[in-house]
Nanobody
Framework: QVQLVESGGGSVQAGGSLRLSCAAS????????MGWFRQAPGKEREEVAH???????TYADSVKGRFTVSQDNAKNTLYLQMNSLKSEDTAMYYC?????????????WGQGTQVTVSS
């Protein structure tokens, strides 16, 4: 059973930074892709970014230039560096792994970590 555990969330003022981590219970080399999603209260879950095994990274327009995804396969960990945070970035952030390139769905999900940005 694959487990993904997110950490690094918290409260920060607008303009600040946070780095989220997602530790996988198995080798991240086994995943064809990994990604970050978020869900704000009353809103649908949205993809923040994902990275494919070939190294291609895709970001949502809303976070381009502010967020950076990186992956340390030696530590089986995915990161999300979030800079210049805005109040609209407030959400529960989820890590996901093993995607279907056709449907965009992911097989494995973490429990989430809360990010709150105050203005």
């Amino acid at each position: 059973q694959v487990q993904l555990v997110e950490s690094g969330g918290g409260s920060v003022q607008a303009g600040g930074s946070l780095r989220l981590s997602c530790a996988a219970s198995t080798s991240t080399y086994s995943f064809n892709c990994m990604g970050w999603f978020r869900q704000a209260p009353g809103k649908e879950r949205e993809e923040v970014a994902h990275v494919r095994s070939d190294g291609v990274i895709t970001y949502a327009d809303s976070v381009k230039g502010r967020f950076t995804v990186s992956q340390d396969n030696a530590k089986n960990t995915l990161y999300l560096q979030m800079n210049s945070l805005k109040s609209e970035d407030t959400a529960m952030y989820y890590c996901a792994a093993a995607c279907n390139y056709v449907t965009g769905s992911f097989n494995y999900w973490g429990q989430g970590t809360q990010v709150t940005v105050s203005s």
